[in-house]
């Protein structure tokens, strides 16, 4: 009688082998004592397709191995003939096979060169899978890690392929790729200015306002492959006389009300900005 280890085959796509721990059965089997010897000494495992379980009243799910006789038996080693199969049925414990949809989580520790920034935001793709598995080990999954990806001294766009972590804990999760791809469009920043104009609102009909200037200086971030898109039509700035009037201040606010959405850290030089009433 020789035991071997039973694996499992041909898992139907709408299912999912439940247990992966090992099963064991015995064969009686003859042949001559140096084929009998060679095919206990050496560690085999036998492969039972399950692509045509059976399932009982109570919900239990079987394969008959002498169904496949001659497949099993194509197995052993030349010159050992299978007498007997000791299981005549073998237990597998399949389920139905549960998929949902989530998100892709990175792990990112990025390290820009002096001067270099990211030029928007980084993309993932895909930014989400579908994962399929046993219900109730999916159902509090709501994303998956990436490997950690780490990048110094980056003055240069990137595209790196990662793999998608599975679960530790979880065992026979089934992913629809294994890998994404994290990308991400970098540029060199510089600081820019310009002189614009403000305009005054809600100033009443019957005063006239003096400015000691009409322009105001405009600094900002860009990214230098869009600074040519700068100009000073870029920007809007207002100064609301109402406002200071009612917090009786004796000066008017600059305020950046229309500014590219590629500019950053806008700022404006003078904040305050004096002025005279002509009634």
Same mark, same amino acid.
């Given at each position: @009688?020789? #035991? ?30 140096? $084929? ?15 692509? *045509?379980?059976?399932? %009982?009243?109570?919900?239990? &799910?079987?394969?008959?191995? =002498? *169904?496949?006789l001659t497949t099993i038996q194509?197995?052993?080693? #030349? ?7 000791? %299981? ?10 549960? #998929? ?9 520790n990025i390290n820009y060169q002096?001067?270099?920034k990211l030029l928007g935001d ?5 930014? #989400? ?23 110094? /001294? ?5 595209? /790196? /392929?990662?793999?998608?972590? %599975?679960?530790? +804990?979880?065992?026979?999760? +089934? ?14 920043? &510089? ?16 005063? +006239?306002?003096? &400015? ?5 200086? !405009? &600094? ?8 040519? $898109? !700068? ?11 109402? @406002?200071? =009037? ?18 950053? /850290?806008? +700022? ?12």
């Amino acid at each position: @009688m020789i #035991s071997y280890e039973v694996t499992f085959t041909n898992i139907p796509q709408e299912n999912i082998l439940l247990e992966t721990s090992p099963q064991k059965t015995a064969f009686y089997v003859k042949g001559t004592g140096f $084929r009998l010897f060679w095919s206990q000494i050496f560690d085999q495992e036998i492969t039972i397709d399950v692509s *045509n379980f059976s399932k %009982k009243a109570s919900g239990k &799910t079987y394969v008959l191995p =002498k *169904n496949q006789l001659t497949t099993i038996q194509k197995q052993f080693i #030349s010159g050992v003939e299978i007498e007997n199969i000791l %299981k005549d049925t073998i237990y597998v414990k399949i389920g139905s096979l549960y #998929s949902k949809k989530v998100a892709l989580k990175p792990n990112l520790n990025i390290n820009y060169q002096v001067g270099y920034k990211l030029l928007g935001d980084v993309t993932i793709a895909p930014d #989400s899978i579908t994962i399929s598995g046993a219900e109730s080990q999916l159902k509090n999954i709501d994303f998956l890690e990436l490997e950690s990806l780490k990048l110094t /001294n980056v003055n240069a766009d990137f595209s /790196n /392929n990662v793999a998608i972590l %599975k679960p530790s +804990k979880i065992k026979n999760i +089934k992913l629809t790729t294994s890998k994404a791809v994290i990308s991400a469009k970098v540029d060199k920043f &510089t600081e820019g200015s310009l002189q614009v104009p403000f305009k005054l609102q809600n100033v009443p009909s019957d005063i +006239k306002i003096t &400015t000691l200037s009409e322009t105001v200086l !405009v &600094t900002f971030v860009v990214a230098l492959s869009q600074f040519s $898109r !700068v100009s000073e039509a870029s920007f809007v700035v207002e100064c609301d006389y109402e @406002m200071s =009037k009612k917090n009786e201040l004796g000066y008017l606010i600059p305020k950046i009300v229309l500014k590219p959405d590629f500019v950053e /850290n806008v +700022k404006i030089i003078p904040t305050k900005i004096d002025f005279l009433i002509q009634k």
